[in-house]
């Protein structure tokens, strides 16, 4: 079982451009013996401190093992909706991980 966790920057006045992106992303990752656990949109609130720019989104997924995510990163329809997410996200951080 591994762990992604994703911080999402969009770029401004791109949102409904990410959001359909999302719209295919996100049901592929059940194909691919995934789960998304979370999606989070953080507001300014929320932080009880920061030393990095706030993330539009905050995504945690898990699939059941590398080869797995693998898969589905080069699903070839989600390929085909990637010019929206180059278009809407100005930059993003992975962090992978197991669980202890």
């Known amino acids: 079982m591994i762990f992604v966790t994703q911080l999402i920057y969009i770029i401004k006045g791109q949102e409904k451009v990410f959001d359909e992106f999302e ?3 996100i049901p ?3 194909k691919y013996n995934g789960r998304l656990l979370f999606r989070v949109r953080p507001t300014p609130d929320t932080f009880i401190e920061n030393q990095i720019e706030p ?4 995504h945690l997924a898990e699939f059941d093992s590398e080869q797995d995510f693998e ?3 080069h ?3 989600r390929k085909k909706f990637l010019h929206l997410k180059e278009q809407s996200i100005k930059t993003s951080i ?3 991980g197991t669980k202890l």
């Not at 993330?55 to 905050?58: L, Q, R």
């Open 23 to 25: 719209k295919v992303a």
């Open 94 to 96: 992975m962090i992978q």
């Open 55 to 58: 993330p539009y989104e905050i």
């Open 75 to 77: 699903d070839e329809e």
């Open 71 to 73: 898969n589905f990163k």
């Open 28 to 30: 592929t990752i059940s």
